[in-house]
Nanobody, 124 residues
Framework: QVRLVESGGGLVQAGGSLRLSCAASGRTFSTYAVGWFRQAPGKEREFVAA????????KYRDSVEGRFTISRDNAKNTVYLQTNGLKPEDTAVYYC?????????????????WGQGTQVIVSS
C-alpha cells in the first residue's frame, strides 16, 4: 500500500511559481513511476507530467513543457512538480498518482494509487 499526500498549492499571480510536493508512505515508493494530473472545474482530468522509478525519464504534456519540472527524491519518498511561468489556464486541482511499471502507464492515465489533490489558482 502507498498513501500519497500532495501539498504546495495556493493562489499565485500569472507568471509566478509554485512547487508542489507529493509525499508517499511505504518503503517501496522507489518501485513506482509517479505522475501529476490536474482537473479544472468542468473539464476532464488531464495528464501533466510523469517520472520514472529512478528519475531518469520524464514526460510532460505539451502545454507545460519548458515551464514545469518533475523530480523525485526516493530517499525522502517525495516527488516534486516545480511550476514556473504559471498561466490562468493552469488553474486546477493537481493530483499525484503512482503506478508500477513505466511512465507510459502514467501517460495513459493508469494508476495504482491516487492522492487527494492540492488546489492551484493562477490569477491574471
Amino acid at each position: 500500500q502507498v498513501r500519497l499526500v500532495e501539498s504546495g498549492g495556493g493562489l499565485v499571480q500569472a507568471g509566478g511559481s509554485l512547487r508542489l510536493s507529493c509525499a508517499a508512505s511505504g518503503r517501496t515508493f522507489s518501485t513506482y513511476a509517479v505522475g501529476w494530473f490536474r482537473q479544472a472545474p468542468g473539464k476532464e482530468r488531464e495528464f501533466v507530467a510523469a517520472i520514472s522509478l529512478s528519475g531518469g525519464t520524464t514526460k510532460y504534456r505539451d502545454s507545460v513543457e519548458g515551464r514545469f519540472t518533475i523530480s523525485r527524491d526516493n530517499a525522502k519518498n517525495t516527488v516534486y512538480l516545480q511550476t514556473n511561468g504559471l498561466k490562468p489556464e493552469d488553474t486546477a486541482v493537481y493530483y499525484c498518482a503512482a503506478v508500477t511499471g513505466t511512465t507510459n502507464r502514467i501517460v495513459r492515465g493508469e494508476y495504482d494509487y491516487w492522492g487527494q489533490g492540492t488546489q492551484v489558482i493562477v490569477s491574471s
